[in-house]
């Protein structure tokens, strides 16, 4: 079953290429001070500052097990299960709407991956934003920004 168009936000984790839904991306920014966290999960960079909002942001390459060529200079900021995430990513390529994306081969096993886009020059992996983090690791995330 090929799945519908859809408007994506197209951005750089190694050599790979990934898209995130543009309906969940709130924002794309350029990543400046990250606040570690002490004793946090390795894929939990820290917190950034946004208009005086504390937001966690997601090391993709860590959680993702994606060897780093550069430091991500970007973080897409999302919304995903009602909280405010940013995913610290590579590059951000562009926005498109991307056509004739397929479900992944049976080889591919992570739950995050959506679905393959074949392009004429590269391959994109489209992204379901709410199965990089469980419920439960956004609940323990936003209880980090607001100390409950």
Do not use: C, W
Not at 30 to 51: F, H, M, Q
Not at 63 to 69: A, E, H, L, N, S
Not at 79 to 85: A, K, P, R, S
């Amino acid at each position: 079953m090929v799945n519908t168009s859809v408007q994506v936000v197209i951005f750089t984790l190694g050599q790979e290429e990934y898209a995130m839904p543009i309906e969940v991306v709130r924002e794309i920014t350029s990543l400046s001070e990250v606040r570690t966290i002490p004793k946090a999960p390795s894929y939990v960079r820290g917190l950034i500052n946004l208009r005086g909002m504390a937001i966690p942001l997601i090391d993709l390459n860590v959680r993702f097990g994606v060897d780093k060529t550069v430091e991500s200079t970007f973080a897409l900021i999302t919304e995903i299960h009602g909280n405010q995430v940013g995913f610290a990513v590579d590059q951000v390529r562009e926005v498109r709407i991307l056509e004739n994306i397929v479900p992944p081969p049976p080889l591919v096993t992570a739950p995050f991956i959506g679905g393959i886009v074949n392009l004429p020059d590269r391959i994109i992996l489209k992204l379901i934003p709410e199965k990089i983090l469980e419920s439960n690791e956004v609940r323990k995330l936003s209880e980090l920004t607001t100390g409950h």
